[in-house]
């Protein structure tokens, strides 16, 4: 038997917390440690109670730091990685100014396998062990990514985008091709290892109605597989689509009109919803996720988490690399919370941190797996130093308990703060030395 024990701090959530005193929504173990065998977690408890369960265990002494589940990032493009950053007054001319023009490049595999090593290396850094991500209509760019996903033996959602109209001709598929490609991909690597497959049309725009049957039949085929897509963004977009779609009600009712709605359907964005939308997705228990950083980035609004919650929607909060500026989650959070402050809605961050790991977990319906470091979960584990920077440092020395550590985490952190992620159990940022 080979245990491998982390000792540190421990933060891990048990359900959502109802306010900043919920001290029952979460276990905090001041000396803690998490002993790990193999890919999983075998025991989690206080250090000497851990240790006493072994005869021989590796130790790796993380205190005084913070020990978590690895963040969760369920709306990313890694096909955009060379995006980020990209000036433009709103979605649809970044959209076609750059994003197209760059996906191209996808067309090369080699260029495919050399962005997928990267983006990885980003998640890694930035203490990501978990996303779902959006590759390019090119299959091979899929191969790329998983290829990549499998090699670090991480829990990976992907899948080939989707469209045949409104983008360069490069970047068209047509819907059979469309169909047939993404079959295959499923076939290939859906429950491979830790990989799952998305069904991954852009958003209406881009698809013809016969594409988005296609995208509803091989969800029929495939229930067990995700649906991602893009849904009420800007108001630009909304105005095309409905131009696009005039049979339909609304932008939702096209996407449930093709089958495409369910509890493994996750809409990115969902930001100007109608409160038909809004019934119409509760009822679905489809996902709304957020992308905070990319809608101040691009301007398109603000997502109302209150008005959504209240609503009886599913919420997941994510970077979308590259209409948004970080991969890091923390950062993502620390954009969030702002965007809550505007609609005056103030997000205590132990919400904030139930999000990014346990709830972004059950949005993706992976909360047996990932999320927790509950025994028999993935040892998914990430690392985080609270005094990372010389700002942290300082501002550190006021701090009196874990709720206000968390906020100078999401305010001030970045992959600066993940001082180790532990993927499946093994050291990914940085060397295992001990
Ligand atoms: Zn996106």
Redesign the pocket.
């Known amino acids: 038997m080979n245990i491998k024990i982390l000792r540190g701090r421990i933060l891990s959530f048990k359900t959502e917390p109802q306010g900043i005193d919920d001290k029952d929504s979460y276990l905090y173990i001041e000396d803690g440690a998490i002993a790990i065998e193999g890919e999983k977690i075998v025991a989690l408890g206080s250090f000497n109670k851990v240790r006493s369960k072994y005869k021989q265990y590796k130790l790796i002494d993380h205190r005084p730091h913070l020990l978590m589940a690895g963040f969760i990032d369920p709306?990313?493009?890694y096909v955009?990685t060379q995006v980020v950053a990209s000036y433009a007054p709103n979605l649809l001319k970044w959209l076609y100014n750059y994003t197209f023009v760059e996906e191209q490049k996808f067309i090369n595999f080699t260029h495919a396998e050399q962005i997928a090593a990267k983006f990885f290396t980003e998640l890694i850094n930035n203490g990501t062990t978990t996303a779902c991500t959006?590759c390019s209509v090119h299959p091979h760019s899929v191969e790329a990514f998983f290829k990549e996903s499998e090699k670090h033996n991480m829990a990976m959602i992907g899948g080939k985008v989707l469209m045949n109209r409104n983008c360069p001709d490069k970047l068209r598929d047509n819907p059979q091709l469309s169909y047939d490609e993404s079959k295959r991909l499923i076939k290939k690597w859906h429950n491979r290892g830790r990989q799952k497959y998305a069904i991954t049309p852009r958003f209406a725009i881009t698809s013809t109605p016969e594409q988005l049957e296609a995208a509803g039949a091989l969800l029929a085929e495939n229930p067990d597989c995700y649906l991602q897509t893009?849904l009420s963004?800007n108001k630009d977009e909304i105005a095309l689509t409905k131009q696009l779609y005039p049979v339909h009600k609304d932008y939702l009712s096209i996407y449930e009109f093709y089958g495409l709605l369910g509890e493994k359907s996750l809409f990115?964005?969902s930001i100007h919803l109608s409160e038909s939308e809004k019934d119409l997705m509760a009822q679905s228990n489809s996902v709304a996720i957020s992308?905070p950083t990319?809608n101040l980035f691009l301007g398109s609004g603000l997502f109302n988490m209150q008005q959504m919650k209240k609503a009886g929607i599913r919420i997941g909060v994510?970077t979308?690399i590259g209409?948004?500026t970080s991969y890091s989650m923390l950062q993502t959070m620390g954009d969030f919370y702002k965007v809550q402050q505007m609609n005056n809605y103030h997000l205590n961050p132990l919400s904030s941190f139930y999000m990014m790991t346990l709830g972004n977990a059950l949005i993706l319906s992976m909360e047996e797996e990932i999320g927790t470091l509950e025994v028999g979960s993935y040892a998914d584990i990430i690392v985080l130093n609270s005094r990372a920077t010389s700002a942290m440092e300082l501002r550190a020395k006021t701090i009196n308990n874990l709720s206000e550590e968390l906020f100078l985490l999401q305010t001030l952190g970045d992959d600066r703060s993940i001082v180790q992620t532990y993927i499946a159990g093994k050291a990914a940022k940085y060397a295992d030395k001990s």
């Open positions: 709306h990313i493009h955009q959006f893009h963004e990115a964005h992308c990319s994510a979308d209409g948004g």
